[in-house]
């Protein structure tokens, strides 16, 4: 069973996954009034979160990549959990590159619907990146 910490590192912006959990079941169509007024508050915010890169064929100079919960490659894509998922994109002068030990990604933190060719949503939170470490 999974330890839910009151805050993932010494900042107080610090936030772990758990932090964008809201009620949705599996195969449910998303709307914005499922998350938590604590998540939209958070929208505006800087926030620190630490996950993994999803691995893409490019390796190095990432301006764009999705951050996931773990690196069990589970978390993007249809049946995925659309809270373990955060799209990154670094601001100018900021790049990634892929590692496969975790990231701490630092930015401010939106709600940006993705929505795939299919109509279903692929992502709903939105990082720009000041950081990637």
Known sequence: KTKVLP???DKSYDKTFDDLRFAIE??????????????EAMAGEKIRIRGYILPT???RGFKQFVLVRDNQECCFGPGAALYDCILVETQPGVTAEFSVRPVA??????IQEVIGPDGKHLAIYHLAAESVQ
């Open 26 to 39: 599996l195969g449910q169509t998303f709307q914005r009034k499922m998350l938590t007024d604590t998540i």
């Open 105 to 110: 990604v630092e930015g401010k933190f939106d």
């Open 7 to 9: 805050r993932a590192g």
């Open 57 to 59: 064929a490019q390796k």
